[in-house]
């Protein structure tokens, strides 16, 4: 998922007030990055936050919980999340539960490579355990389309304690 080159943030370290940062009237705190990295969504100035669905995304990272926003094809749902990541300098990555997904793109495989020319196989991590051990939100777009195979990986991503394995 990355290149030897490019730099993953690691912990947030600060916490933004989301009075300032959204306009919403609530005394919560919630962690933040004070730099961007190439993961971390584009900003949209004019963008209006619902305050319920955005109290619940914040809560969502101020608590590391799994929060599922619902709605119609093409209402924002996905948008709303970027917009809440972007805000927070906080990387996201938006994963399409289409057909073309599979659980070796979630999970990893065995790649071929050359080391000190020689050929050897070494595991290359997929989706799940790159985010997981770099701080990035997930966003699981058009959920309802995942194929079984691939939604048993993330069911226990998904689950409290988080864990792949």
């Known amino acids: ?17 989301v009075r300032q940062v959204f306009g919403i009237d ?3 705190e919630v962690p933040a990055f004070s730099e961007t990295d190439s993961h971390v969504p584009d900003l949209d100035p004019d963008y209006l936050f ?3 669905t955005t109290l619940a995304i914040l809560a969502g990272f101020a608590r590391n919980r799994r929060v599922m926003v619902t709605g119609y094809h093409g209402t924002g749902k996905s948008t709303h999340i970027e917009q809440v990541a972007a805000r ?5 990555v938006r994963v399409n539960l289409d057909s073309h997904i599979s659980r070796v793109d ?5 790649a071929i490579v050359i080391r000190d020319g020689m050929q050897v196989t070494e595991f290359r991590d997929g989706i799940l355990p790159w985010a997981l051990q770099n701080n990035i939100a997930l966003c699981f777009d058009e959920y309802d389309a995942g194929r079984p195979d691939v939604m048993f990986v993330i069911q226990r991503v ?5 864990r792949l394995t």
């Open 1 to 17: 998922m990355t290149t030897a080159t490019e730099e993953i943030s690691g912990l947030p370290d600060m916490k933004v007030s």
């Open 26 to 28: 609530s005394d919560m």
């Open 50 to 52: 619902d305050r319920p």
């Open 88 to 92: 927070l300098n906080w990387p996201c």
């Open 106 to 110: 979630l999970v990893g495989k065995d």
């Open 158 to 162: 998904l689950e409290s304690s988080g």
